[in-house]
C-alpha cells in the first residue's frame, strides 16, 4: 500500500485474486483476518493464500490460511477411512500428487462393541454419544501422528481431510445421534455434510483445516461405499457391474453410468478375524494360507511375515473352510465328518474341531484349532453377502450371467482368495477374469478426491441417483439368507463349476484310499 492505493490489507488480497486468479466472491474468516496484517509485512506483501474453491457455479470462495512467502511447494493434505473396526490414513502432497506416509490403528470404539448397532446403542447412554465422538477423534488423531512421524511433515502445513466412513461411523465422528439409523424405517440425521473445521471435531490439526466427509445414501450405506463406486470409477463405466465392500458390513452396488443400485447387510466381524476362537487381524503370525494332505489330513500352514502361528486372520478362514470342504472333511452344512481316522479332528469343548497347529508348534504355546461354532460364524457371514447379491440382482431383474465386471473392495477384499471364495459360496461363480480387486476402496476414493477437484464434483449427483434397498423389507431376502448358510449353497445349479470339482476332488480321494486299503 501507498498513499494512492491504501485499501485495507483484506480488500488487497480480494482484489489481488479477483483480477489475478478469477477467484470472485471471497469470503476471509476471522482467523485468518487476525494474520492478515503480521503475515503480509513478514513476507514484504509476497504471500501464499490457501483457498477452498467453490464447486457451485456463483458459490463462495474461501481463505482457508494466508502464509509469508512462497509456500506453494508445501501443500500437504490427509485421506483416512473411518472404518468400524480399523482407521487408515495416507498423507497426500497435494504438489506432486505422491503419498508421503500411511499408518493404521484400531477404532477405540472397537471396545463398547464390533458393530455398529453395538455402538449406536452405547451411544444411546448418558454420555455415550460425547465418549463414542471422543473416541473417534483420538483413534484418526494416532493416525495422523504415525503420518506425520513418517512423513518429516509439519503438523502447521495440513491443509485438509478428506474423509469417509459408513453412515453410523460418520454420525458418531460429528456427534449427531444415531438413534434412529437402527430402527425402522431406518432414517439418518443427514446424508450430506458441509465442510467442518478440524478442530471442532477434536482433531489434532491447524485451525485452518477443514474435514470433508463423503456423503451417505442411507442409514446402512456409507460414504465410504461413495467413496468407493467414485474410487473404482464404476459410476462412469457401461459395464454392469457388481461393487463388493466387504468387511464388518457388507455393501453391495450393481449398475454402471446409467443407473446405480445398493444395499447393505451385516456380516459380522468373521472375515477380519471377530467371533473366531482363534482368530486375529491381518497382522505377523496370523495363518494366511492352508492346504491339507488328501489321505493323512494332515495341514501345511503359512503365516504373515513367516512367523510362528498365532492364530487366524480372516483370508487364512476363508480358505482353510474352503479346503476343507472341497476335501470332504466337513459337509455342506459346516460339520466335521466323524468318521475320518485323525487326530487333528477331536472332540472339543464346543463340538468337534480341527487343529491347525499343535500347541508345541505355535507362537501361543497352545493348540490353534477351528471349530464347527466358527464355521458356523463365517457360515452366517459369508450368507449375508451371497444373499444380499442375489437379492438385489433378482429386485433390477438380473442374474448373475448379467454380470459384465465384479469389483471387491474392502482390507479382506484386498486378500480375498477368488477361487476359495467362490467354493463357500461367498461370492456369485463368474469368470476369474471380470474380478477386479480395488484394495480398500473408501481410502481410495478419499485419496483420489484429496488430490483432484474431478471426483468431488461429481459426487452429489451420482448419489442422489443411487436407488437404496433395505434387505430387511424385501421379501425374499431371509429365504435366500437361509438357504446361503450351506456349502456353497442349497441350489448347486448356482455353482456348477464347484460342484464339478467337487466330484472329482472326493470321487479322486475315495480312489487313493480303495488302493492304499
Given amino acids: 500500500p501507498d498513499a494512492a492505493d491504501n485499501m485495507s490489507d483484506g480488500a488487497r488480497i480480494v482484489r489481488y485474486l479477483r483480477e489475478k486468479h478469477g477467484v470472485h466472491r471471497v469470503v476471509i474468516n476471522l482467523p485468518v483476518t487476525r494474520k492478515i496484517r503480521r503475515v503480509l509485512r513478514d513476507g514484504d506483501f509476497k504471500v501464499t493464500v490457501t483457498i477452498a474453491k467453490t464447486i457451485r457455479e456463483g458459490g463462495k470462495n474461501f481463505v482457508l490460511n494466508i502464509q509469508a512467502g512462497n509456500w506453494l511447494e508445501r501443500n500437504f493434505a490427509l485421506a483416512v477411512d473411518l472404518g468400524t473396526t480399523t482407521i487408515y490414513g495416507v498423507l497426500l502432497d497435494l504438489y506432486t500428487g505422491r503419498v508421503l506416509a500411511k499408518a493404521a490403528e484400531y477404532n477405540e470404539q472397537i471396545s463398547y462393541g464390533e458393530d455398529v448397532i453395538s455402538r449406536i446403542i452405547q451411544a444411546e447412554k448418558p454420555r455415550g454419544l460425547e465418549l463414542m465422538q471422543e473416541l473417534a477423534a483420538s483413534s484418526i488423531n494416532k493416525v495422523i501422528e504415525k503420518l506425520l512421524r513418517q512423513s518429516g511433515v509439519d503438523l502447521d502445513e495440513l491443509t485438509s481431510l478428506t474423509l469417509a466412513g459408513n453412515t453410523t461411523m460418520s454420525h458418531l465422528l460429528l456427534a449427531l445421534e444415531p438413534h434412529n439409523i437402527r430402527r425402522t424405517p431406518y432414517v439418518p440425521v443427514n446424508t450430506f455434510f458441509p465442510p467442518i473445521r478440524a478442530t471442532d471435531l477434536g482433531l489434532k490439526m491447524p485451525d485452518h483445516s477443514v474435514v470433508m466427509l463423503y456423503p451417505a445414501i442411507s442409514s446402512y450405506v456409507g460414504g465410504d461405499i461413495v467413496a468407493g463406486v467414485m474410487g473404482s470409477g464404476m459410476y462412469r463405466t457401461d459395464k454392469l457391474s457388481l461393487f463388493i465392500d466387504i468387511g464388518t458390513n457388507g455393501e453391495i452396488v450393481i449398475g454402471n453410468r446409467e443407473w446405480l443400485v445398493c444395499s447393505a447387510c451385516s456380516a459380522g466381524p468373521a472375515f477380519e478375524g471377530g467371533g473366531i476362537t482363534h482368530g486375529m487381524r491381518a497382522a505377523a503370525g496370523a495363518i494366511r494360507d492352508f492346504s491339507i494332505h488328501p489321505l493323512t489330513y494332515e495341514p501345511m500352514i503359512i503365516t504373515i511375515a513367516n512367523r510362528p502361528p498365532l492364530g487366524i486372520c480372516g483370508s487364512g478362514l476363508l480358505i482353510i473352510i474352503a479346503a476343507l470342504f472341497e476335501l470332504g472333511v466337513i459337509d455342506h452344512r459346516g460339520y466335521f465328518q466323524r468318521e475320518l481316522e485323525?487326530?487333528?479332528?477331536?472332540?472339543?469343548?464346543?463340538?468337534?474341531?480341527?487343529?491347525?497347529?499343535?500347541?508345541?508348534?505355535?507362537?501361543?504355546?497352545?493348540?490353534?484349532?477351528?471349530?464347527?461354532?466358527?464355521?458356523?460364524?463365517?457360515?452366517?457371514?459369508?450368507?449375508?453377502?451371497?444373499?444380499?447379491?442375489?437379492?438385489?440382482?433378482?429386485?433390477?431383474g438380473l442374474t448373475v450371467a448379467d454380470l459384465e465386471q465384479v469389483i471387491l473392495a474392502g482390507t479382506f477384499g484386498s486378500f480375498l482368495d477368488l477361487d476359495s471364495a467362490v467354493t463357500v459360496g461367498l461370492l456369485p461363480e463368474v469368470e476369474p477374469e471380470k474380478v477386479l480387486y480395488v484394495g480398500n476402496g473408501s481410502l481410495m476414493g478419499c485419496w483420489m478426491s484429496g488430490v483432484s477437484n474431478h471426483i468431488r464434483r461429481h459426487v452429489v449427483e451420482v448419489v442422489r441417483r443411487i436407488t437404496n434397498f433395505e434387505l430387511s423389507e424385501v421379501i425374499g431376502f431371509k429365504d435366500q439368507y437361509v438357504a446361503s448358510m450351506f456349502l456353497p449353497h442349497t441350489d448347486l445349479a448356482l455353482f456348477p463349476y464347484v460342484g464339478e470339482r467337487l466330484k472329482s476332488a472326493r470321487s479322486g480321494t475315495v480312489r487313493v484310499r480303495k488302493e492304499e486299503s
Fill in 342 to 396: 485323525s487326530p487333528r479332528i477331536r472332540q472339543g469343548r464346543d463340538g468337534y474341531e480341527y487343529v491347525l497347529v499343535w500347541g508345541s508348534e505355535s507362537g501361543t504355546g497352545s493348540d490353534i484349532f477351528l471349530t464347527e461354532v466358527d464355521i458356523e460364524n463365517f457360515l452366517r457371514a459369508k450368507a449375508a453377502i451371497f444373499a444380499g447379491v442375489k437379492t438385489l440382482l433378482e429386485e433390477v
